[in-house]
Nanobody, 115 residues
């Protein structure tokens, strides 16, 4: 099982980025996929969840209406579309899944929102 995030970078406030989480060793369509972030001096927090089966996505209040999680089964990849970015969104962003009771994390991709 491997998760590889990409798509981070430096963006101005109000800008957009799309993060990718490419999975291997399992099908993203089969498991819930999570996005987390950890900002400077902050604890890691859950940003959103893409459920594999029933139920709509879930987002933390701070990103509702601005972030969208989607999935491309043909690419076995989950995305985090981030719009209207704010300086407080600056963080290292990770994707995560849980398979058979084990957590699997990617290495993270850095997002910096600054003018």
């Amino acid at each position: 099982v491997q998760l590889v995030e990409s798509g981070g970078g430096l963006v101005q406030p109000g800008g957009s980025l799309r993060l990718s989480c490419a999975a291997s060793g399992f099908k993203v369509s089969t498991y819930d996929m999570y996005w987390y972030r950890q900002g400077p001096g902050k604890e890691r927090e859950m940003v959103g969840i893409h459920h594999s089966l029933n139920g709509g996505p879930w987002y933390v209040d701070a990103v509702k209406g601005r972030f969208t999680i989607s999935r491309d089964d043909s690419r076995n990849t989950v995305y985090l579309q981030m719009d209207s970015l704010k300086p407080e969104d600056t963080a290292l962003y990770y994707c995560r899944t849980m398979i058979s009771g084990h957590f699997y994390w990617g290495q993270g991709t850095q997002v910096t929102v600054s003018s």
